[in-house]
């Protein structure tokens, strides 16, 4: 089914972008055609272990790096304004959901 020309255009060609694109855009796959890792009685049935593998190897990955921001060293070399709150440094904002203000400058380093 999802070789057919009925659902999908040019669907013997190598298309990488077909799983990237926007709904509406002619490469989007129509509705009742098989996309892998949906949900319903099509899903995959691997999906639950890849997703913990996914989480293991991020995690292992996480650990090799160092995470240090760098609001300072952005405040200092530029006019922006430092947010606060009650005198204090704002790190996180609300507006419709939480995420750190500025968009948490920092800089990543290996660790050795």
């Excluded at 057919?4 to 490469?27: C, H, M, N, S, T």
């Excluded at 691997?46 to 650990?63: D, F, K, N, P, W």
Aim: one cysteine or more.
């Amino acid at each position: 089914m999802h070789r057919a020309p009925k659902y999908r255009i040019q669907p013997d060609d190598f298309i990488p972008e077909r799983w990237l694109v926007e709904p509406g855009y002619k490469l989007y796959p129509t509705k009742s055609a098989w996309r892998p890792f949906e949900n319903g009685p099509r899903n995959c049935i691997a999906q639950g272990l890849v997703m913990t593998e996914l989480r293991v190897i991020l995690s292992l990955l996480v650990c090799e790096f160092d995470v240090r921001d760098s609001h300072s060293e952005i405040y200092t070399n530029s006019t922006a304004r430092i947010k606060t709150y009650k005198g204090e440094r704002a790190f996180q904002i609300d507006s419709g959901a939480a995420h750190p203000a500025d968009y948490f400058p920092c800089k990543v380093f290996m660790r050795k």
